[in-house]
């Protein structure tokens, strides 16, 4: 078996707090604390490279490459918290990263998103589903849900994931909302992640393809799925949608775009956006 090897460096030293300053700087994708040593990951060598000859001699960091095949969960729980606009998605570990972005907003590092004090909080426990916030396409559905109007409507959200696009349509004023999702896993991550939310009261998660999909329509879906996937089932989406309902997709990249738009094409495009290569879309049905 091949073992994957993460580029980190590690410090042990009695000032975590300038280290985690000082990290900022070069984009960590999570950082543990363990024992008094204290361990930065970097998404490449050449990343965790710079970083050691930048803070290396100042903090005494030694560079090491961690065999771990459980990082990808563990790394989740020291995410940063993400904002966007009235919601921010903390992971349900309390990190001192996260209370030191709060009290101390990088300057150079785009990626750590500065929890914006009156925003709504948002957890989200670590697990494998798919949604903290990390990935642009949530991002672009989050946007996208407070663009429009959730007062007292029903919202359904296909291929919840995590559930966080639930969870933040009800956080947001929607009067209930439903989750499905294929997976199994997702959907027992999405209770969970329901139980760290008291607030989400009247959010449900149901394990179920969305060709299986019944009952009433509901005014707004959200769909953060694949642009072959939204493609393919644009006329079942639709059919979940009452008249003048309105639906977000995503997870559609930018050369995609067209022809989830020509799918799509009974229903009027409302707003398209764009973070990276993903791009967003809200559409309203006729
Ligand atoms: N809504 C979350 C997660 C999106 S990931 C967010 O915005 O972050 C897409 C999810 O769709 C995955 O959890 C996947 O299991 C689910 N999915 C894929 N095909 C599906 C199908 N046919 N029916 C229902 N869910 C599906």
């Given at each position: 078996m091949n073992v994957v090897l993460y580029p980190a460096l590690e410090f042990r030293s009695p000032d975590f707090d300038l280290i985690y300053a000082a990290l900022d700087d070069f984009s960590p994708t999570a950082i543990e604390e363990d024992a008094g040593c204290l361990r930065a990951f970097f998404a490449s060598s050449a990343g965790r490279d710079a970083a050691f000859r930048a803070l290396g001699d100042r903090f005494a960091a030694t560079p090491v490459d961690v065999p771990d095949e459980d990082w990808a969960r563990r790394s989740q729980e020291n995410l940063p918290p993400i904002t966007v606009g009235r919601i921010t998605i903390y992971t349900s570990a309390t990190s001192r990263r996260e209370r030191h972005l709060a009290n101390h907003p990088p300057t150079?590092?785009?990626?750590a998103r500065i929890p914006n004090p009156d925003a709504t909080p948002l957890v989200i426990v670590p697990?494998?589903?798919?949604?903290?916030?990390?990935?642009a396409t949530t991002r672009l559905c989050l946007a996208a849900l407070q663009d429009?109007?959730?007062?007292?409507r029903s919202v359904l959200d296909v291929g919840?994931?995590?559930?966080v696009l639930a969870i933040a349509a009800r956080l947001l004023g929607a009067a209930a909302a439903t989750g499905i999702d294929i997976d199994p896993d997702a959907v027992q991550a999405a209770r969970d992640n329901l139980r760290h939310n008291?607030?989400?009261?009247?959010v449900e998660f149901a394990c179920l393809d969305l060709v299986d999909l019944r009952g009433e329509p509901v005014d707004v879906v959200t769909a953060n799925l694949t642009g072959a996937l939204l493609i393919r089932s644009a006329a079942a989406l639709l059919d979940r949608?009452?008249?003048?309902g309105i639906l977000i997709l995503s997870g559609v990249l930018a050369d995609e775009r067209d022809a989830v738009a020509a799918a799509f094409a009974g229903a009027t495009i409302l707003r398209t956006s764009q973070e990276g290569e993903w791009v967003g879309l809200t559409v309203k049905k006729s």
């Open positions: 150079s590092n785009p990626d697990s494998m589903g798919f949604g903290t916030g990390h990935h429009i109007d959730l007062q007292g919840t994931g995590s559930g008291p607030d989400a009261t009247r949608a009452r008249p003048g």
